[in-house]
């Protein structure tokens, strides 16, 4: 009786979030694989096992290259943001971290600024990019400040609606994704080994590269694993952001799916989550995150 | 390989805010010298260390090394080398890029660092495990590439934070001894710190007694252990009993040289506390009848010529020469 119920424990214990993990993941996922195969018109969706979709989401994509077809460009765009973002969040972040691990002596004040981060989400996503509008736009405080100042002669007009408003915002959102995992990473180094590094005669730079970084690793990698999944999926930065100008492979399925057109729109879902699988698959080969969870 | 040299604390002094964890304090520790800073936590031994290896600034006074004034001087420039008291290695590199941690900092070729961590851990006996992490070592492994890293940047003066804390009774004392025989193989000063004066007693030419961040009392360990300079040095390397004397003065004397009888009419009377065995020496527990708690240490075979038991009277009584003044 009693072996009996210590054997089903461990089940019964992890049987709710199973429970939520399938039924607003796994089956989501299961349905839009199987839509994906679907075929519609423009004013029907038939079920059906057809691989339509995705050649139509490849739209002659291989046989006119090298020249890129729409698809590959807008993937090369998300891409190009992708690794943009990923670089200045992860300069920002280790930045952030160190600055809070190893120069704020006071646990108190470590954790206020910690705090401090996570600003950004004190409000919703879409007034925070409305709130861009006033700051960047043509008559907003960026450019009054600059012809104020005298810098410049009449309002410079690619703060907003701009790649570099998508930047920029999809910086301010992710920031702090990096520097939650890499602070855990850092807190864990022992302090000593700091002083052991200096003790024989590294340099505060050498220290960073050849003692920090490496034992912060396993934070920025799963830092960059959150930052990665969640620029390549963007298309509300990237709609709002880029003045719904620029391209971006969330907001090619944004499209479709409000046209309705959910098997392709599925098609093109199934085909990015195989991208950035791809992309976390190479990050996980580069380190092992095993190590430190 | 290494160069000995001679180091001097000139009333070094070091203030954290308005608290003074080393208060003035002079040394003088002559090359090749097992030194041990010795006393119970917070009397200042571990920021001394720290000072001198340029961990720690130093508030007031001078250190001396060598020839040379040693003060604004980095670790690395001063010919000091510290191992750490959890050892400190650097988990992510192999025992061997440990050992050559300091080397590729300076910017020494691959090849040479290769050749010259491989010698260190020669030295120390540790060769085969180059290629190891530090956390598939045990601890007394660790203990010698830890040794090993220190050693190789040739070191004037070794400076060792508790480096026996971490290992189990039995080790402490095996690794103790190869401390010991490294010092003694390699003719430079090694000064360590610790809160065991049996550790000190094992291992020092010249032990340090420090409390509340002055030096209460140096000498060799025998000096030390047979004349207590003052009440405090008597109660922390233990074995000593301490009694009043009429005019407020106190004196020590020996346990060891404390005589129990149970005839007689010489010495104090006294009733048996307490009888600990410890092999080769019996502990006797005495309450005296003035009120003093007395400790004898008695050897097996005298005890067991006539055995005491617990809650027995006895007179306790000690000759006029093992009676030491102790300073006020």
């Given at each position: ?17 199973a ?87 006071s ?61 920029l915002?999809?910086?301010h ?9 890499i ?51 963007d ?41 950035v ?17 | ?151 190789v ?15 189990d ?52 360990p ?26 407020g ?23 048996v ?18 009120g ?37």
């Amino acid at each position: 009786m009693l072996e009996d119920k210590s054997r089903w424990t461990p089940y019964w214990q992890a049987a709710p979030l199973a429970l939520v993990f399938f039924v607003f993941f796994l089956l989501p996922l299961a349905v839009t694989f199987v839509v994906s195969f679907w075929t519609y018109t423009g004013y029907s969706i038939e079920p059906a096992f057809v691989g339509d979709n995705y050649v139509t989401a490849f739209d002659k994509c291989f046989a006119s290259l090298p020249d890129l077809c729409t698809t590959f460009r807008t993937y090369l765009s998300t891409l190009r943001f992708c690794l943009l973002v990923w670089l200045i969040t992860l300069v920002l972040g280790f930045t952030i971290a160190y600055y809070l691990v190893f120069e704020i002596r006071s646990n108190t004040v470590r954790i206020v600024l910690a705090l401090l981060t996570t600003i950004p989400f004190w409000t919703s996503n879409v007034i925070r990019m409305i709130s861009w509008i006033p700051l960047l736009g043509r008559n907003g405080l960026v450019n009054q400040a600059l012809m104020g100042a005298g810098i410049v002669s009449e309002p410079v007009d690619w703060l907003l609606y701009s790649p570099f408003a998508v930047t920029l915002s999809l910086v301010h959102i992710n920031t702090v994704f990096m520097i939650v995992p890499i602070l855990n990473s850092m807190l864990r180094i022992d302090r000593s080994l700091i002083e052991a590094a200096y003790d024989t005669g590294a340099s505060p730079w050498q220290t960073i590269w050849n003692v920090i970084v490496p034992l912060s690793k396993t934070g920025i990698a799963i830092g960059s694993i959150f930052v990665v999944t969640v620029v390549m999926g963007d298309f509300i930065s990237v709609g709002l952001m880029g003045g719904q100008q620029i391209a971006s492979a969330g907001k090619v399925i944004e499209t479709q799916i409000t046209a309705l057109q959910f098997p392709i729109a599925a098609a093109n879902a199934i085909v990015l989550l195989a991208v950035v699988l791809m992309i976390v698959w190479v990050m996980l080969r580069l380190v092992d995150i095993r190590k430190e969870l | 390989m290494a160069r000995a040299a001679d180091l001097e604390l000139a009333s070094v002094t070091k203030r954290y805010g308005d608290t003074t964890a080393v208060d003035s304090i002079d040394l003088k520790i002559k090359a090749g010298t097992y030194c041990c800073l010795l006393g119970p936590s917070g009397c200042g031994k571990s920021s001394t260390l720290r000072m001198i290896a340029g961990h720690e600034s130093v508030s007031d006074g001078d250190i001396v090394l060598g020839p040379e004034v040693v003060n604004g001087l980095p670790p690395a420039k001063r010919g000091t080398a510290m191992m750490f008291q959890s050892y400190a290695l650097f988990p992510h590199l192999s025992v061997r890029n440990n050992v050559a941690f300091s080397l590729k900092m300076k910017g020494v070729s691959k090849v040479d660092r290769s050749i010259k961590a491989t010698d260190a851990l020669k030295l120390v006996d540790m060769e085969r495990y180059a290629e190891r992490l530090p956390s598939q070592l045990s601890g007394g492994q660790q203990q010698r590439v830890a040794l090993a890293r220190a050693l190789v940047t040739d070191p004037q003066i070794l400076l060792l934070d508790e480096p026996l804390s971490a290992l189990d009774p039995f080790l402490k004392i095996k690794v103790r001894a190869e401390l010991k025989r490294f010092q003694r193989e390699l003719g430079i000063s090694f000064i360590h710190v610790t809160h065991s004066q049996e550790e000190a007693m094992a291992l020092a030419d010249l032990i340090i007694i420090m409390n509340a961040g002055k030096i209460e009392q140096q000498g060799a360990p025998r000096e030390i252990f047979n004349a207590p300079a003052t009440e405090f040095v008597a109660r922390f390397i233990g074995g000593h009993n301490i009694i009043p004397e009429t005019g407020g003065r106190k004196v020590s004397v020996r346990a060891d040289r404390v005589k129990v009888s149970t005839d007689g009419e010489t010495g104090t009377g006294a009733v048996v506390r307490e009888v600990e065995y410890q092999g080769t020496v019996v502990y006797l527990s005495l309450a005296t009848d003035a009120g003093l708690e007395m400790t004898a240490i008695v050897p097996e075979r005298t005890f067991y010529e006539r055995p005491i038991e617990t809650g027995e009277s006895v007179r306790v009584h000690w000759d006029a020469s093992d009676v030491h003044e102790l300073a006020a």
